[in-house]
């Protein structure tokens, strides 16, 4: 019942920005909490960013730091993902992924720790 859907990607210069969204179709009255993963061509899935039900509540690795900022509007089911100052190495198939957040502050960089994915939108920097 839950299905997740991410926009928002294409090809964009070095310096460059793009705004990633995902449509969140959860049951009614339910709490999630949503995290972005990506995985480039060769390497293992990382971790991005996370947000829980609650504002406030985020998490970034250490390469999306001072660069991507997650954000949610929970009346809309939607995520966003800011990514500003882009590098090709952060060229990647980027997800985003879901799991129940009974407390309202979950957050976990753990991919084992969602339940749900979407289907991913490529990312690609250009130097």
């Known amino acids: 019942q839950v299905h997740l859907v991410e926009s928002g990607g294409g090809l964009v210069q070095a310096g460059g920005s793009l705004r990633l969204s995902c449509a969140a179709s959860?049951?009614?009255?339910?709490?999630?909490?949503i995290g972005w993963f990506r995985q480039a061509p060769g390497k293992e899935r990382e971790f991005v960013a996370a947000?829980?039900?609650?504002?406030?509540?985020?998490d970034y690795s250490d390469s999306a730091q001072g660069r991507f900022t997650i954000s949610r509007d929970n009346a809309k089911n939607t995520v966003c993902l800011q990514m500003n100052g882009l590098k090709p190495e952060d060229t990647a198939v980027y997800y985003c992924?879901?799991?129940?957040?009974?407390?309202?502050?979950?957050?976990?960089?753990?991919?084992?720790?969602?339940?749900?994915w979407g289907q991913g939108t490529q990312v690609t920097v250009s130097s």
């Open positions: 959860v049951p009614t009255f339910s709490t999630y909490a």
């Open positions: 947000v829980s039900w609650s504002a406030g509540f985020t």
């Open positions: 992924a879901a799991r129940r957040d009974y407390s309202g502050s979950l957050v976990s960089p753990n991919a084992g720790a969602y339940n749900y």
